[in-house]
């Protein structure tokens, strides 16, 4: 550190040019965000979402229902002209459309007799002249006879008549969004903006397609940048009320934005991918790094001088900072790649940021001869009304009272409610989630899966299987409704009086043929589900290899999101144990090193407090596991361990209660800044950061809490008192 | 919509000539035999290539950027759907207009009307241009099988195996498109009207002087507009839809089932469709050079004479036939040297026109701007869906992907040299045999043989290569019945017996100088090599426009 400063010059060259290296190299950057793209290897469900695609057509797919308004039974004859012409011209007007359906392109057989003329005819469900503009049937029977035919998606719960529109995209791969290329669906949202829209205004669109749910992950993303914003506003309003100055908030928000280009820099340069994790990098980042700058702006504010508050806080905060990146790369134990991802990068993020604070920054400052540091005592909110009832130790029994928390928490790991489901991403307010809403209380479902058939079966046979496990009652009050090439050629039969043979080959000609049999014929049917959440899934499976012994099996994006997210316990209890032990060996070894080994229990005890306290409310109060959520811990754990460790240095050879005295207004003050700046999460996009920002607050404050009230209350217990 | 697109059209429109090859043996008494051999034959200028005001190589090549442009805007293969939305409402007006047409005269008028107002027809209605713009050629076939009527009574068999050929067609209208416009167009081309009377075909030149000067400027005002035309439908505010075909209007009105996206009625039309209907028109008005610039007068009265020579051969067997003893019905048959000789001695027939330098030189010009259109077409569609490609001109694209390849290289060799001072010799090879064929079409065309004449062969073998089994001992006693004849005799067993050697009279030479086939291949060895020249282009993909009018005369 001490050569850097001698050579501050220098040190600010290179950094500068590492910085604007890496800043080249930001939009290099590959965003993913589908399950296949997701999950990574060794996830046989994820691994099989390309093949299934190709196997059966499905592209990726943009999906949305047109609905009339309120009161209305339909769009009038003139209005769905106008629509169908807008989807004639749509469907065309973009290349990379691999195929469309709609409720217009519906057909059924049917044997009429013109002018004593016998004749098979195949008419459109919706039979719309738009010459003369009428429509033969009454909408209700037209929809009745929709709801009639083995088709799920043109189903409707009521008689109203409402307009299906599938727009699937060839599947292509960019080197920017993976198997994603959002520039598609833009181009139609575009269309339907500016020309079905204003055909008709008061109309409902729900959107409900697996594209689309894509498409909003993106969006939220680009929102994420409003969070990392109004974090960084935070932090500036933050530190210049408990610092007293808005030099404070901007030198830190400087650094903040530095390790950003970075960890961001870097991950473009070596193609790691930017996914729904990585949005909450940069907070997470923020929170980790307050805890350095603060306890070396509260030496400041003591009278300490800039220089030397650094000289003194450096070894301190490697250690902290060292325990923050060992509960980071503690996530890199678990078995999805975008949590190890995210480990790996938040650890180095870490690491970046106590560089730049203790040696880019100083280098920085030492080019001001005049600068004198950025903290003022006069305006800095002191907290000093807190000193006494800081330092005043938690009455013993209470103390004792709160260990209860660790029994607790373990038996709260095996309550632990996992059971959350993709579109749960989103808040219920939001469009895509809407969308959903309104398809539950429409048709009854809300997502399907593939039952695909892995050898070649007569129809008969797949039929029979199938039933078998509609037999069991949990998979029939699951399964709302099945699409198969039995029924659809049953049902060809039955419309148009057709004989085998006919309705196989008018079933093998039509575009559906390619979405149920693959090139070897070997079938799919897709089960329309009532609910998609995980443990719902994980048990439509189990019944699903029981029936099928070997001959087929489920799959699709909720297959591989069950699998997925059924290693969030795993991961939560993987990484939460590796990061108890690293971060226990620091404390451990310095707790040696400064000879107050005594403290030990108090200070593993007080450290791990608040982690576990989190643990035990999300156990008792039933509160869904996600992805998101099962990093906390380990994060937790990274993150409060560094008060005990600041006390250990700062009590030097004294007793430890010096340490507390002397750095415990820096903790409180950290710990409200971090709880404050994890509620900026309240304002993300997705649902999910949302309560993973108030559940890092509060354990935050726990943690806070822990660290200096129990932490005190701990060692009164050698005490006779 | 094209004579193509009716499968009858073919056999209606071009069937005299097609079937001017019949033979007979007789005319009926009640037509009498005009021989026209010595009537002057047609003398129509033909106008020049910057008369026609076609695109020029280059803006050719440049409009095929379209391709690029359209295949980034629309979808491929089964995911390109047409519907009935994307009709304009002008085109709807059309189509519903011809398929209620009930006569040939209702039918004239409305594509007359539709052909004056052409240039009003705007933007937003570009799919009615493009169909007003191939079915105005229609126009000059009012009542053509009326006219052709007194030239093609010259000689019995032909009309006879017209006449079974129009009434077959005739009744396959009525049983497959009952109550059709089909029927209005069948009569359009059959039926005469007021205007034609006076204007019927007597001799050959009056056809080929019809061709050229009514038939042809009516398919360069075809191609013209074609080329002029947009090919999406360009709405007020700019936007621009594709052009879409409704086979509505080849089926009639009771076709298909009224869905808005019925399959197989809609097609979106692009470039690909337009550059292969340009290639086609191009090779339509390629035949018409070729025929306008020789004389064809006589050719009937050959055919005539010929089918004659065969009858003769069959009144002789049937006088024979009555009397006893052993097999002594024999057809003397006719040989290949009695043809050619037959064919000689009409001097002026296939002799080149006072402007047939002009029209041949004319020809190439269309063949080369098929061939350009046609290869632009080629490789912009090639790596598309092959069922498509087989839809958008099943006259070239109905082979291999390998095969069209190298048939559409092939026809770029033959027919892409073009302009002063290039020279059009190329080497084609035999797909089979890999043989080597130089081949100078530009040349042949530019300087054409005065008398096609000197095209027919010129030595003929006799019995050589049956008698040179002579040699062997089973064959030892095989003699001639007399000489010149292609009957022979061998004795077995002291019983004789006689055969007929069926390589007796065939061509084996040709005239190799440069009114004969030595501008058009170059390279040959000897007269023996034309036949070799032939059997490879045969073998070699795309030189159909070649081989087709060759064989005739080769053989």
Redesign the interface.
Known sequence: MLLCWKHSRLTLIIFSCMSLFLLGNISKMKIVFSAEDLAGQGFASADELKILKEKYQDGITSLFILTPPEGQDSFTSDEM?RI??W???A??????????VST??F?LPKRITEEGVNKL????IV?????TGVLNGRPADIQKTLNDSPFAMVKEKSNQLTLLFQFTFKNSTTSKFGSFDPKLFDQLRLSIEKDLKPIVPRARLSWIGPGDYQWYILEGFKFSKYINLGMLLLMLLGLRVFLGTWKSGLLFTSSLILAGIWVFGLKGYTGSSFDVLSTGLVLILGISSLEDFTFTSYEQLNGVHWKKSMLRLVIPSFYTSLTTILGFLSLCTSDVVAIRRMGLWAAWGAFIEWMIIFFFLPSVLQQFKNFKGWTNPSRAARLKFLSSKAFTPFPKIFSKISLIVYPLAVGAFFLLDYNEAPHRLFPEQQEYSKGLQYLEKTKGWIGSVSLVFDEKMDDLKMETILTDILREPFASSLINHSENPWKIKRWLQNQGDLDELESQTFFSIS?FHGQFNDDEDKARAILYLRDTSVVPVETLKKIVDMKCQGRCHIGGEFVAYSDFAGLVPKTLIDSLVVSLFLVSLIIVFLAIAQNKAAHLPALLLSSFWGAFFVIMLLGYFHITLDFWKSIFASILVGLTGDNAIQYLFASENSEIKKGIESRGIASIVTGLLMACTSLVYLGSYFSSPKMFGVILCVGLLASLFGDLWLFQGFLSFNSKK | MTIKKSRHLPALTFAALMLINFSSYAAPKKFVFKDNSNVPAQNIPAPSEAELGFLSDKEIIALAENFKAE??????G?????????LSKEY?EFRNKIIKANTGAEFYDIIRSYDAKYDQIPSSANDLKFSVARMAAWLPMKGIIWRMTPMVHQVATTQQALLATLKNVAEQVKINETGSHVEAQMLYLSMPTEDLVGRQFHYESDFIAFLASEVYPALKKSSQRIEALKMTNVQKNGEE??VVFDAKIRFGEKAF?????D?DRFK?MGEAERFSALSRIQRRMYNIATLAAYNWNGHLALKREIGRMYGVGVAESALFDALPGEDNVYLKGVSRAQRTATIKKYKNLYTLTANGKSWMTLAYYHLHRSGLFLEETWKNIKNNDGHYIAQIDPEVFLARKEQVEAGVMNIKKLTGPYGAGVSGKTRINGALSGDELVVDLKGFYENPPRDLKNLLPTVFAGNEDITALKKTPQYASMREIKPGSDVLELTFKGKKTSFRNYLFGRATGWNTSAEGYGRLFPNLKNSADVGNAMRILNEARGTRILTNGLTLFVR
Do not use: H, W
């Open positions: 002209c169908r012409k989807y004639s011209f469907r065309i007007s973009m290349a990379e459309i691999q195929s469309t217009f392109d057909k005819r195949i008419k459109n039979d719309l002249n738009c010459e575009r | 295949s980034k805007r629309r979808p491929a089964t995911a390109l759907v047409a519907t009935e939305d994307m709807i839809t594709p089932n009224g869905n808005y996206d399959y979106v």
